[in-house]
């Protein structure tokens, strides 16, 4: 089962857009909301988190906005550029499982420039 | 952050031969995990690799086939053994940060098997 579902798929915008991605879980302990960035031949890093108890958090040209109600994240990215395009992942943790991170099947995101 | 070096980067194998892919870490970790990621696919947890003791497996995987050390608090093995082609696969080592928030990757073992 999947523990934390994400959209879309695969996402192509123009340079200077705003791409839009959408994760939703049902765990209510998870407690930490990461997104990852991944090249091809690279492995994840790490480009921004929230915690449950804040609705939305901005580091530069990325934005993560949180609905806790409604169990819904997503990562926005402003003015996106060329080089954003990468593979972008959310993830969930708690840590009654050890910190386990459960991550979103990814999405494929290709900026024209 | 920490810094994680994994080897090798890549490898191609003959089908039932073993291959032990090391992840080393520049400062010492609470905990460390290994995951696979198949082509275009996210990433599953393979186990947690516990310092001094036998790994904890996720569902479907088993000892036997992916065997994990962990000597100390900086360094883990994974064997990949009686490799297949279904286990054509990026493997990744990965850590948690000191406050076990952020979780650190290394830039991952790409597996061809053939």
């Known amino acids: 089962q999947q523990q934390v579902k994400q959209s879309p798929q695969s996402l192509i915008v123009q340079k200077g857009g705003i791409p839009i991605i959408n994760c939703a879980y049902e765990n209510t302990a998870f407690d930490y909301f990461p997104w990852y960035q991944q090249f091809p031949g690279k492995g994840p890093a790490l480009l921004i988190a929230i915690r449950p108890d804040v609705s939305e958090k901005k580091e530069g040209r990325f934005t993560i906005s949180f609905n806790k109600s409604a169990k819904q994240f997503s990562l926005h990215i402003m003015d996106s550029q060329p080089g954003d395009s990468a593979t972008y992942f959310c993830?969930?943790?708690?840590?009654?499982?050890?910190?386990?991170?459960?991550f979103g099947t990814g999405t494929s995101l290709t900026v024209i420039p | 952050s920490a810094v994680i070096s994994q080897k090798p980067s890549r490898d191609i194998c003959q089908r039932g031969t073993s291959l032990t892919i090391q992840c080393q870490v520049d400062?010492?970790?609470?905990?460390m995990f290994w995951y696979r990621q198949q082509p275009g696919q996210s990433l599953t947890l393979i186990a947690t690799?516990?310092?001094?003791?036998?790994?904890?497996?996720e569902s479907g995987f088993v000892i036997d086939k992916f065997p994990i050390s962990r000597p100390n608090l900086t360094f883990s093995t994974l064997t990949v053994s009686n490799m297949s082609p279904e286990d054509s696969s990026i493997y990744l080592c990965?850590?948690?940060?000191?406050?076990?928030?952020?979780?650190?990757f290394g830039q991952g073992t790409r597996l061809t098997v053939v």
């Open positions: 400062s010492q970790v609470t905990m």
């Open positions: 993830a969930a943790r708690t840590t009654n499982t050890g910190n386990q991170f459960y």
């Open positions: 990965s850590v948690t940060g000191i406050m076990n928030t952020e979780a650190f």
């Open positions: 690799a516990n310092q001094g003791s036998e790994a904890t497996y």
